[in-house]
């Protein structure tokens, strides 16, 4: 896939992902938006995966271990092929299978189930190690929030990936910059992120979450850089194309209404459109 | 009994794990700075590549296990109970119990007789949050021979499973060319008729100890060990309960939340019967030799024989 094919594959998911929150009447659509291009990027031109065959041994891994985002993951797994996107409108209803937090037990293409966060990104360690110890050439990625770093466990796992040695895992935190109760920089503050991470002998990358060039060129040099895991610093616009929606921490966790919901999709049917006349 | 050999069962834990290991590529054993302590410095000796010390962070040390047992290892998370239960009860629930991945929890130094260390290491609520993660078995083994069992019959089985261990070294009461370990199913050790003493982990020895002071003063007591509490063997508890009219629960571990109470729960639904549950009274412990702390929250074979016997009068 190409930045352009990429661009509209994003923005279809955003589609699907304002779709399912909204017929769900509840989610998480801000961090979903934020990371669709990460998500897009990875199912799409980044990892080794058959929606075919959800459980090869010898794909590569995805934890999300900021599971909240599942409507994110949701997304991208149906248009990828895991499941047919129309599933997505039972997202978080009785009997459904799109629990409102990743399930592996139920859900094709869910690698790790997750939702509290701080623990998805020792499950990637987890992996890594796993296929270390199997001499396998699979790779492991997995995506916190930059309000989940406040988790003390996600650096207990980070010590454990440089101490190993894991240069099979990638994690991607998603900084745009939002929590629950607002700005992370004035909740408690978990900058200089890449600092952090550089401190844990983590490869960082800085990098814009929204340029596909820029997610390329980081995810090749994560692959390149031998004897230390990656950490791919992505700065991301919470609520990213919906324009009542972006930097607002107040859509973290809520749902639109149908007026808003009739606002979101004309927001991404233009920037579809204007991708289509490029 | 003056010549009967004594082992720890985190001791028989590294041995049966260093041995499955050999037999098994798959098992990999996980530590979080007490390989000495928890015995898989045993295992490690043999296959250090399949040993991966976490380092003291035992919240990741189960995620780290649950993302070895989704890429198909055997992974035995080990630490001593009050981190494994406790400190990282919610990685356990959410990173193991919630996907049913294949993770074994090898949690040594359970209860009281961790001795000197104190209250804070002295782990006695591990098998009321265990057995309230939904799919979760929890074994607690009563001698050498049962542990060593214990932990290949973990292995075998797919899905989480906690195995509680202890520091003290306790008596070696079954016989190893015999004795056969199956899941979920409670063994009568001594037969009586007048009340049952159902048992579990180093309180089994003592328990039958107590039986034999009963039977000198004219109490002829059943006597049930219970290596598996969850599942329980409803079947042999009910039918004990209906043989003998009166029960008694011994374990090293609160009275809340653990062994009596799993037989109160089935009893009080299948066969209604008065109960006595021994065991922790809902207090912390301390510091002091195990055997006196023992003897001090009334866990020796004499205090027992003297709850009982109260009880049946």
């Known amino acids: 896939m190409n930045t352009l094919e990429l661009k509209k594959q994003a923005n279809e998911i955003r589609k699907s992902i304002v779709t399912a929150v909204h017929g769900a009447k509840s989610g998480h659509p801000g961090g979903s938006l934020s990371a669709a291009d990460i998500y897009t990027y990875l199912y799409f031109a980044e990892m080794n995966v058959d929606p075919e065959n959800p459980k090869d041994p010898n794909r590569d891994r995805f934890v999300l271990s900021k599971g909240h985002t599942a409507p994110g993951l949701y997304a991208t797994l149906a248009h990828k092929g895991y499941f047919p996107v129309e599933d997505l409108n039972n997202l978080r209803k009785v009997g459904c299978y799109l629990q409102g937090h990743p399930d592996m037990k139920h859900i094709p293409g869910v690698d790790m189930s997750s939702g509290s966060l701080g623990q998805g990104i020792s499950a990637a360690v987890g992996m890594a190690i796993a296929g270390k110890l199997d001499g396998a050439d699979y790779r492991v990625y997995t995506l916190l929030g930059d309000g989940e770093i406040q988790e003390g466990q996600v650096w207990e796992a980070a010590m454990l990936a440089a101490h190993r040695k894991l240069d099979n895992l990638v994690v991607i935190v998603d900084n745009n910059g939002l929590q629950i109760d607002g700005d992370i920089a004035k909740v408690n503050s978990p900058y200089p992120i890449d600092k952090k991470f550089e401190a844990f002998n983590f490869h960082v990358i800085n990098v814009d979450g929204h340029d596909f060039d820029a997610l390329a060129a980081a995810f090749a040099e994560a692959r390149a850089t031998k004897g230390q895991p990656t950490a791919i610093v992505a700065k991301t616009v919470k609520g990213k194309d919906v324009s009542f929606m972006e930097n607002q921490a107040s859509w973290h966790g809520s749902a639109p209404n149908d007026e808003q919901y009739a606002v979101a999709m004309a927001d991404l049917e233009k920037v579809g459109e204007a991708l289509c006349q490029k | ?313």
């Open chain 2, 1 to 313: 009994m003056s010549e009967v050999k004594k082992i720890a069962t985190r001791e028989s834990y590294g041995n049966a794990l260093k041995e499955i290991g050999a037999e098994n590529p798959n098992i990999v054993a996980l530590d979080a700075d007490l390989a000495g302590a928890t015995k898989t410095s045993v295992f490690m000796k043999a296959f250090p590549e399949r040993h991966i010390d976490c380092g003291i962070a035992e919240c990741n040390m189960m995620g780290v296990a649950a993302g070895l047992a989704t890429a198909g290892k055997i992974p035995f998370a080990s630490t001593f109970a009050m981190f494994a239960a406790g400190r990282a009860f919610e990685q356990v629930r959410n990173s193991i119990g919630y996907p049913h991945l294949n993770v074994k929890i090898g949690a040594t130094h359970a209860g009281i007789s961790v001795g000197e260390d104190g209250a804070t290491h002295q782990c006695c609520e591990d098998i009321a949050l265990m057995r309230t993660i939904p799919g979760m078995v929890v074994i607690s083994p009563a001698d050498d021979v049962e542990a060593k069992a214990a932990v290949r019959a973990a292995a075998e089985y797919v899905g989480p499973v906690y195995l509680r261990f202890g520091r003290l070294a306790v008596p070696v009461f079954n016989d190893p060319e015999t004795y056969k370990f199956e899941l979920g199913k409670g063994i009568v050790l001594r037969e009586g008729k007048d009340v049952t003493i159902v048992a579990t982990g180093l309180c089994v020895a003592e328990s039958l100890a107590a039986a034999e002071q009963l039977a000198a003063k004219g109490i002829d007591a059943k006597v049930i060990n219970i290596h598996t509490i969850k599942p329980l063997d409803e079947e042999l508890i009910v039918a004990a309960a209906k043989e003998t009219g009166k029960v008694v629960t011994v374990e090293e571990h609160s009275v809340i939340g653990g062994l009596g109470s799993v037989v109160c729960d089935c009893l009080s639904a299948k066969a209604p019967t008065t109960v006595l549950k021994i065991g922790i009274n809902d207090v912390f412990g301390e510091s002091g030799p195990a055997a006196q702390l023992i003897k001090k929250y009334g866990l020796d074979a004499d205090s027992i024989a003297a709850k009982v016997e109260a009880f049946v009068k």
